[in-house]
């Protein structure tokens, strides 16, 4: 799969992941782009794999070029960024899992942050009656309004 292959599935698979959940990780997005599976990532949860992109499938620069990829989706859709602790599964002292071989700071931020959309976390009632279409107001409003005039009637 050549860079531009790799960076349209990453654009594709997080907008999927934004309809599904209001949000997108790097680690559900390479489960969706099936470089990890999700018993590898239980294994490294566990422990039981040093770091992560030692099971992920691609090399180094790949995964840098779908990272990369996946924050300049981030900053084109206006998702926040929030960063998110990974902490270990499992009996034992909870440890920071780590991402790369040599946990180098950067490398690893990129893999931690997550992205959220604005509206993900609000109440149910801000969302609707922020709604553009008025859909969940609108529906109130109406029967209100109906109610009103059969009592004046």
């Not at 599964?89 to 893999?111: H, I």
Request: charged fraction near 30%; aromatic fraction near 10%; hydrophobic fraction near 30%.
């Amino acid at each position: 799969m050549n860079r531009y292959d790799l960076i349209k599935k990453v654009w594709v698979c997080a907008g999927e992941l934004i309809a599904e959940k209001g949000y997108v990780s790097p680690v559900d997005l390479l489960v969706k782009m099936d470089r990890l599976t999700p018993q590898q990532v239980e294994d490294w949860r566990f422990r039981r794999i040093p770091y992560l992109e030692r099971a992920v499938i691609g090399n180094l620069s790949k995964m840098n070029t779908i990272l990369l990829a996946l924050r300049e989706f981030a900053r084109s859709a206006e998702l926040k960024p929030s960063l998110t602790a990974y902490m270990s599964w499992g009996k034992g002292p909870k440890q920071r899992l780590r991402f790369s071989k040599y946990g180098n700071p950067c490398v690893e931020e990129n893999y931690y942050t997550h992205y959220v959309t604005k509206s993900f976390g609000k109440p149910r009632k801000e969302i609707d009656e922020s709604d553009a279409h008025g859909s969940g107001v609108h529906t109130e409003t109406t029967k209100n309004k109906d109610k009103n005039k059969d009592e004046e009637s």
